[in-house]
């Protein structure tokens, strides 16, 4: 064997060998990559979906149960008809609460501000749209070919639209087009549309952000105000005076369910019900007077929509996380088809019960309640389960 060799003084030491040159990373896509067994990709965590706020849906049926009796109870009008006399005479005690239903409408309108800037953040704005319209049409569809062929049948004596009007109401543009509605309701989904359209292009196409929310909210609120002083009727058809302090709350309140600390929020919140409160009495409210119906009371109109912010306040802060019971989800699923349908159909079943099958009024009210929501449970399981998905999925597929 030969004898290690000794460096001699003052040479230098041997140097470490010469780390080997990295292998390049492939550049092929990762299906490529995988079958060619150049090793596993990175597992990426998939992101949490936040919770659903079960509160919410059953807020959103307590609405629509408010816009019923409201129609049923609260109003005169072709609900007469159907009673056989005024609902005043029906419910000489209820018809005064009932009158304040109306308002769900303005609850609805906060509740959609929220859930609309939580489904709306991070969305494309073809998924926004998709979403969106997958979620309206489908049971609108239906709703109004129900309707049209119920009001035809020579037994209801409620006066129906021409075809041709029915077939332009299945485009959600009849309010703007001055044509005769299918749906009593459908109003407020011409109001819903010129929000989402607004939020769609000043929000979900540049990009959620904090920041540009809260310019969307203090610009709406200023342009909005301007409309109603200036009295033009384009401005007012676009940014919706009487309207829009509920959905901007409803956006706020999103903004705080966010970050509670956030004082912008809060801020925006405030104005909103200040403004909203407001319209809701100048519209609502009359001095004591018998040709009306109710006399509701300035104070009453603003409690019921205070009440309505403090509830989606409480949701926001999570206050009301507790109510996670799974019935909640069906109550939120039913509550768009039974608002689509409750009010014309609605008379139809009233007749029927109250004047031909004499039932009492008190007894009519909740049958017709209960025949509504099951009719909303049928166009829930049979048509929205099936089509919403379809629809969504072929808007949402970009093309080729």
């Not at 809060?266 to 007077?289: C, E, F, K, M, N």
């Amino acid at each position: 064997m030969t004898a290690p060799v000794k460096a001699s003084a003052g040479a230098a030491p041997p140097r470490p060998p010469e780390p080997r040159p990295a292998k390049p990373l492939s550049a092929k896509p990762l299906s490529e990559a995988r079958a060619a067994g150049d090793g596993a990709a990175p597992r990426i965590p998939a992101k949490a979906h936040p919770p659903r706020l079960r509160a919410l849906d059953g807020l959103r049926l307590i609405a629509a149960l408010m816009v019923a009796c409201y129609h049923y109870g609260g109003r005169d009008g072709e609900v007469t008809d159907a009673w056989g006399s005024s609902p005043k005479h029906q419910f000489p005690l209820l018809h005064e609460w009932f009158a304040y239903g109306c308002l769900g409408v303005q609850v609805f309108f906060v509740i959609s501000g929220f859930v609309i800037c939580m489904s709306g953040w991070g969305r494309t704005l073809r998924s926004f749209f998709a979403s969106r319209a997958s979620r309206l049409l489908p049971a609108y569809w239906v709703a109004v070919i129900l309707v049209t062929a119920v009001f035809a049948l020579p037994v209801v004596a409620y006066r129906a639209v021409s075809p041709s009007d029915a077939l332009l109401n299945l485009t959600m543009l009849q309010q703007p087009l001055g044509v005769d509605r299918v749906l009593g309701v459908c109003w407020t989904l011409w109001a819903e549309v010129r929000f989402y359209a607004l939020f769609a292009l000043c929000i979900v196409l540049p990009g959620a952000s904090r920041q540009r929310v809260v310019l969307f909210c203090a610009g709406w609120t200023l342009a909005a105000a301007i409309a109603q002083a200036v009295n033009e009727p384009l401005l007012d058809t676009v940014l919706m005076p009487e309207y829009a302090p509920y959905f901007i709350g409803g956006v706020g309140l999103y903004l705080i369910h966010r970050d509670r600390r956030d004082a912008y929020a809060w801020g925006i919140v405030a104005v909103s019900w200040l403004i909203g409160q407001h319209y809701a009495v100048t519209r609502l409210w009359h001095a004591p007077d018998p040709q009306f119906f109710s006399d509701r009371s300035s104070l009453g109109i603003a409690l019921v929509v205070t009440l309505g912010y403090l509830a989606v306040l409480a949701i926001a802060l999570g206050w009301l996380n507790r109510l996670d019971w799974r019935w909640l989800s069906v109550a939120g699923a039913l509550t768009y088809p039974f608002y689509l349908v409750h009010e014309h159909l609605g008379w139809v079943v009233i007749g029927t019960y109250h004047r031909t099958l004499h039932l009492p009024s008190y007894a009519t009210f909740p049958a017709t309640v209960a025949t509504m929501l099951l009719l909303a449970w049928l166009l829930n399981r049979c048509v929205e389960d099936r089509l919403t998905p379809r629809l969504r999925t072929a808007l949402g597929k970009p093309r080729a």
